[in-house]
């Protein structure tokens, strides 16, 4: 067995974090020792986490989409999201941006695992560009699980995630939590509360090719904790950003 040591300050980081009104970014991008990238040569602007840069770049080539989507935003800064938050107020109103516009420390673009795209046209609304539910942009919606992304902000689930209906916001969470995710019908905040009935002893379990894969959520009451992973066992630890980790491994059938 392998001994691993969980500390609780990195439940605050991860492809996993929660990231909305009710918990906040809690670290800084320093603090959080996050590596941003720009997506690709063409929009040296538009900075992600280098993963999730990645498995996008990977995604829409595998597509060939990217003559007609493009991104719109990807990482900002607390003073970004903070003079966003502020010109939608002045712009759009109270409602319109409660809705769209999370108040800085609260978006998930803060955490470099956030994109918002459009389908290419002249004329791109920031803050609720055109996304389809037809042509390209419903493919790559289909296809967006098997590499990571979700559709962050579905119809129907604005009272949990606290956030209007946005077809353009796609969050990495990597996979199979995305797939998971996708098959269920489940939110973030709904994938959080359900990975917590899976614990050190009782793992949740799925078939991936020749491989098992085995998730399971550790609480961190405590400031450290040690566990027990099985050897030659690849393994994933994430941050809830509220009480504790998901462990992820990955072994052969």
């Known amino acids: 067995m392998e001994t691993i040591t969980l500390n609780k300050k990195d439940i605050y980081t991860g492809n996993l974090i929660l990231v909305n009104k009710l918990y906040p970014l809690r670290n800084s991008r320093k603090e959080n020792k996050l590596s941003l990238v720009p997506l ?11 993963k999730t840069a990645n498995m996008l770049e990977h995604l829409v080539n595998d597509l060939k989409c990217d003559e007609d989507i493009i991104p ?3 990482y900002r800064s607390y003073e970004e999201q903070k003079n966003i938050y502020v ?44 996304f389809p539910y037809d042509g390209i942009c419903n ?19 604005e009272a949990i ?22 098959e269920y019908g489940l939110s973030l905040e709904e994938y959080i509360d359900f990975i917590k009935k899976f614990q050190y002893e009782n793992h949740f379990k799925i078939e991936s090719g020749n491989k098992t894969i085995e998730i399971f959520y ?18 994933l630890i994430s941050g809830n950003n509220v009480d504790g980790f998901i462990i992820t491994l990955w072994g052969n059938n």
Not at 148 to 156: A, D, N, S
Not at 171 to 179: A, I, L, Q, T
């Open 40 to 50: 690709n040569h063409q929009y040296k602007d538009t900075l992600l986490e280098i």
């Open 72 to 74: 719109v935003s990807g």
């Open 87 to 130: 010109d939608s107020l002045e712009n759009n109103g109270k409602d319109f941006t409660e809705k769209f516009v999370a108040i800085p420390n609260h978006s998930e673009h803060q955490t470099g695992l956030a994109i918002d795209l459009a389908l290419k046209q002249d004329n791109i609304d920031f803050i609720c560009p055109n």
């Open 139 to 157: 493919i790559f919606r289909k296809k967006a699980p098997d590499y990571g992304f979700v559709e962050r902000y579905e119809k129907g689930k």
């Open 161 to 182: 995630t606290g956030i209007a209906h946005e077809p353009w916001h796609f969050r990495f969470v990597g996979y199979p939590h995305s797939k998971i995710m996708n």
């Open 218 to 235: 550790e609480n961190m009451c405590s400031q450290m904790k040690t566990i027990d992973l099985p050897d030659k066992v690849c393994h």
